[in-house]
């Protein structure tokens, strides 16, 4: 980690520069890709999962029978973790539901909003090295719960064709009876359009790696809602002298262990923490099976000491970093005053792994300083907002005149004159 010892503010912005994550030298070859795709549909589909996943596919949804084998070669204790999540991301998410509530605006005026589940939603789960059974949690769940009619879920198979086990037990759990053998841009492009096989949705949720990325960005411009856009994990880690060494390291190397794109910050205001932790994460990160990703992704992280938690909170806003662990004094004052983050972890004892798995908060978050505008996937993202509004011929005739006068302002006679012919009869 590149270590910074009280940067100027008007360093902090290359400071806090971000790995490139400029996926646009790969849209030429991903937008002949999604073109196939669109137009030969299964066929395009097989023929690219051979390519680019090793699997000559002849039936690419996933059987029942599959299905049933996976759910039996998860182990017990596997099985009661995922459903002790399902549980807390359940419960978290269900709260989210907010009543209808009619509002008159003036007598006779009422206004109202109603939440609908989106029908058609995709499901993009990464498999490979590390195949994220969590995400079907965090995705599933709460489309389930808004209600959403058709839910299709895609994953990336084996050579031999096969899904790992806990990612189709997961997907049985929560309900989820479409799972297609398709990963990468073949995926996406299949549920932006529809196949034969594949139906197509409406909006695409999930993370991937940057051909994912493209794929989501390139069909997001007119064919299909996406959940937000995406870069390498990033965690920041603010940890003043009450913090614990040890556990702000392996707060920094649970996101560093996700690929060497990947970026941590340790912002500190006490050089003996800073010298701790930087001897923490040299001790665990050799410690770790995927310690090159982690070790790479390192080379571009930073620990920088600053004076104060002002200057640590203004810095952390400045980054609005995907997750957020406030190891400092006086947490609550210090939280409330944090503006741009996708999480927050607060106190010594909620590592970033808690909201990964099981505490019921969902982990797909904004990355790369998105959390300056987006929030994370939560039940909203799953729902339209409806308006709906009812005005009596009384009402009508009190707030015709401001509509007469306002539309004969904007030059549209015909607005006006909507309003005019109920008031005249």
Known sequence: MQISIRPAVDQWSELLRRPNIDVSDLFGMVQEVLNHIRTDGDAAVRRYTAKFDGYDAQVVQVSQEEIDRACMAVSNELKQAIITARHNVE???????????????????????KSVGIEKVGLYIPGGTAPLFSTVLMLAVPAKIAGCKEIVLCTPPDKEGNIHPAILYTASLVGVHKVFKVGGIQAVGAMAYGTESIPKVYKIFGPGNRYVTAAKQLVSLR??????????????????????????????????????????????????????????????????????????ALTHSRAILLDTVEEMVALSNAYAPEHLILSVKDVHRVAERIVNAGSVFMGNYTPESAGDYASGTNHTLPTHGYATAYSGVNLDSYIRKITFQEITRDGLMKLGPVIETMAAAELLEAHKNAVTLRLNS
Do not use: Y
């Open 91 to 113: 419960k978290f998410h269900s709260a989210q539901h907010l009543a209808v509530k009619k509002i008159v605006t003036q007598p006779g005026v009422t206004c109202w909003q």
């Open 223 to 296: 064919d299909v809602a996406i959940d937000m856009p995406a870069g390498p994990s990033e965690v920041l880690v603010m940890a003043d002298n009450s913090a614990n060494a040890a556990f702000v390291a392996s707060d920094l190397l649970s996101q560093a262990e996700h690929g060497a794109d990947s970026q941590v910050i340790l912002v500190t205001n006490s050089e003996d923490m800073l010298n701790n932790v930087m001897a923490e994460v040299k001790v665990q990160v050799a410690r770790l099976p995927r310690e090159e990703a982690a070790t790479k």
